[in-house]
């Protein structure tokens, strides 16, 4: 399977194709719960890039881009909604030298 959906509580699952459905579902769970500190982020990773993207809920709008071996580490913060479904557009359809275009700055936070 190329991507992996790890959802906030825990839910998990391997596809080789992230519908449109797939993605608004997972990423609705940015808008529940958002003083859940012990489960703030979902991530999506694309096993042929080794990229993964991860988003952290409540207003920060703050977006994680990592390798998998996370030795490279990126953010973005105050990203809308829509701008967060953009990237992981990006993401689950190959478009990695587009996701790296962004001003990502170094390291978590």
Partial sequence: MRYSLNHRW???SEVDVVTDDQ????LSELGRDIEDVEHP??????HESGWSLLAFAGDAG??????????TTKHL??????????L???LTTGQIDLLHQED?????V
């Fill in 10 to 12: 825990g839910d998990y």
């Fill in 104 to 108: 990502w700055q170094p390291g978590y």
């Fill in 41 to 46: 982020d979902l991530w999506i990773t694309d």
């Fill in 23 to 26: 993605l608004d579902a997972l």
């Fill in 77 to 86: 913060r105050g990203l809308s909604p829509l701008k967060v479904r953009e």
């Fill in 62 to 71: 703050l977006v994680v881009l990592e390798d998998e071996a996370e030795t």
């Fill in 88 to 90: 992981y557009v990006r």
